[in-house]
């Protein structure tokens, strides 16, 4: 694996400087959530690499419950697809009349093109961590991995690969698509490949879905 | 609010090259869990800015569902400490015995010294995002929390700041601590200040509660 952490020990720790922070701003601003991309097939050794700095995200009590599963059979990929089709038509149907056809013409889903798909599990039984942190708020290993996946993002991003992030799935037919540990929680379906554009304004805010909103007002005092 | 979306409209998507690739890979390694903090205050404004930056991050259909409640009342913070030190207690005692003492000396909580704490919520019942990609996954609304609590994570320590994230706590006793509406579901109370020394290996690591494991174990096929 490219990335272990005692290579890196010996050194010092890092300074970052204002250069850096503009353009982890521009990262972090420029991420985005894509949802067309080319066929184009990643450099070999591409998403080990990625998956390694993914795992440099916290966990809960260190117990790193994320686990990675590539879908590369067709099979598998079209069940997921199908999946994905029939909750997105029960999505369809609980919107709102006006807001439907808008919805429909959201295409939310890079499955049919992204060269590599990544469904992301939480393993609930890892005994790793020995369940530090993990009683009082079990969901800390939903959130770990949850974690895990934006981490992996944003080393994408750096390289110039995009993520979309699939959540209009069951997670108990992917599971079974899967057929992963009964333990394995699925925490995100992700799709990685090339974006077909880079766009710095989020799709839903540029169809005119959703704005980004003040920041005042997610800021509360006690 | 310093980040505006609009304000960086106008430019181009960034490219990325090794020497940020390089830095960025450092402040993930580097990020740390800190538990122990100096007493000195924050730059004003640094907490707004903070949250400015991580309200960049991927919410679930745009929906921000992310509510930042900074605690600075001293009663409803030694209400804090109270239920962070029952639930310890709890978790010692749920504690294999040879493991009982050295978790009583991890020193889990920066309750004490750090000069600001963060409750941060995810409000379940915000209509921004129409319910998008939530039918079948409604706990993508805490996974968006739990990824802008990561994203104001690195930008703190990428401005010399550090984060440690406490879980040991009963969400119900800190909703009622901090009078927040009832949709709220806490999900990190965060402690921000400057640490006290910078180090690259996890406390826990350190302290030979857990390791990090290799990458290997958790990438699978199918």
Same mark, same amino acid.
């Given at each position: ?26 990262? %972090? ?30 966990? !809960? ?44 013409? %959201? ?12 469904? !992301? ?30 981490? /992996? ?15 209009? /799935? ?9 057929? !992963?540990?009964?333990?394995?929680? /699925? ?15 989020? /799709? ?19």
């Amino acid at each position: 694996m490219a990335i272990e952490p005692t290579d890196r020990e010996a050194s010092q720790p890092p300074e970052f400087g204002p250069a850096f922070r503009e353009q982890l701003l521009d990262l %972090l601003t420029w991420r985005r959530d894509v949802r067309h991309f080319k066929r184009d097939k990643l450099p070999d050794e591409a998403v080990e690499r990625l998956i390694g700095i993914a795992s440099l995200a916290p966990s !809960v009590g260190l117990s790193e419950p994320w686990r990675f599963v590539l879908v590369d059979d067709p099979e598998r990929r079209a069940a997921v697809r199908s999946c994905f089709e029939a909750c997105n038509a029960e999505a369809l149907a609980a919107q709102d009349p006006s807001r439907a056809d808008q919805y429909a013409r %959201l295409k939310l889903a890079g499955l049919h093109d992204a060269p590599c798909q990544i469904a !992301v599990f939480a393993d609930r039984g890892t005994d790793q961590g020995h369940g530090l942190g993990r009683l009082t708020m079990p969901e800390t290993i939903e959130y770990s991995v949850a974690i895990a996946i934006y981490t /992996l993002w944003l080393a994408a991003r750096a390289e110039g690969f995009g993520i979309g992030w699939v959540s209009i /799935l069951d997670p108990d037919t992917v599971h079974a698509i899967l057929e !992963v540990p009964e333990d394995w929680h /699925l925490v995100g379906y992700l799709c990685l490949g090339y974006p077909q554009n880079a766009e710095e304004t989020p /799709l839903l805010q540029r169809q005119g879905w959703e704005s980004r909103r003040d920041t005042e007002n997610v800021i509360f005092r006690r």
